[in-house]
């Protein structure tokens, strides 16, 4: 059988509410999130033990291969499904790791997508969601890798009619770990940010054929519960945000997850592009990536 690849899509979060933390310690969220137009690639070639192998310009930040997300989503299917037909993974990273963006979690849900192309599972399985969700709480949103408000612990999704939109993606490579952040955060076991009234009060988002503006226009009523601690604990994102809103044509930037990584979302492709241009020359040292959130 030929080797069998998907993609896994880098996850941006275009709004992030933290409603509360719950009595079990994980917490509650609401975000709208969107996939960009790069990813990391994994290639599954079927048969044999469960294997792994990371090439392409990130691949030494992946670490220990027993952690990786792939590793951890094939066990726990394997577990789920009676003799699943596995095989050697290799994937091929350009992502920033610990970086708000999804990657190890894209990653993961791509292996998923695989396994199940490979055993004949449909993506609506409900041990693959199950195991999707034991993963990780981004593995879920990024099995199906479409745009949606996700509400829960990840678990919750309701497909959105996003737009393309032209973008600029940037990570200072500095790693952020999304436990420090919610550490920093500091919310206490069964405590709300967010009371009921406040939920009732939540955004419309656009129907179908809502255009940029349209978004926007909602998204901004909307920011990123993370983007503040993440700050104090990394504030060289401050500097990311400020090369991104001082850029021309900027609509809306922000942090996305629990950051480092900033976004920022412009009227045309030409803009974005220009704007990534000026972003690597005035800091060569970042990873920037220009193209399109969907």
Not at 107 to 119: H, P, V
Request: glycine share 10%; net charge negative.
């Amino acid at each position: 059988m030929p080797a069998l690849i998907e993609e896994g899509r880098a996850k941006v979060n275009l709004t992030l509410r933290v409603i509360g933390r719950r009595a079990d310690g994980y917490h509650d969220l609401e975000s709208v999130v969107a996939f960009a137009d790069c990813a990391d690639r994994l290639t599954l070639e079927p048969g044999g033990e469960l294997k792994l192998a990371t090439t392409g310009p990130l691949a030494a930040a992946c670490g220990e291969m027993s952690d990786n997300l792939v590793f951890k989503a094939a066990k726990l299917l394997a577990e789920a499904v009676p003799g699943l037909k596995l095989g050697a993974f290799a994937l091929d990273k350009v992502l920033p790791v610990a970086a708000g963006i999804g990657g190890g979690s894209a990653d993961a849900a791509a292996a998923l997508r695989l396994l199940a192309r490979l055993n004949n599972l449909s993506l609506d399985d409900p041990r693959l969601q199950k195991v999707a969700l034991a993963t990780g709480a981004d593995v879920p949103v990024c099995l199906f890798s479409r745009a949606c408000d996700m509400t829960g612990v990840g678990e919750q999704l309701l497909p959105l009619a996003l737009p393309s939109m032209p973008c600029v993606m940037v990570n200072p490579r500095v790693p952020v770990a999304t436990k420090d952040v919610f550490k920093e955060l500091g919310l206490r076991n069964g405590e709300l940010l967010v009371g009921a009234t406040s939920v009732l009060d939540a955004p419309a988002w656009p129907e179908e054929g809502g255009s940029i503006a349209d978004w926007v226009d909602v998204l901004e009523t909307v920011a990123n519960d993370l983007e503040a601690p993440a700050l104090r604990i990394e504030p060289v994102i401050g500097e990311v945000l400020e090369a991104l809103r001082d850029s021309a044509g900027v609509k809306l930037a922000r942090m996305s997850g629990s950051g480092a990584t900033c976004f920022a979302i412009y009227g045309a492709p030409t803009e974005a592009h220009a704007a990534a241009e000026r972003i690597r020359r005035d800091h060569p040292g970042w990873w920037v990536h220009a193209g399109t959130l969907s």
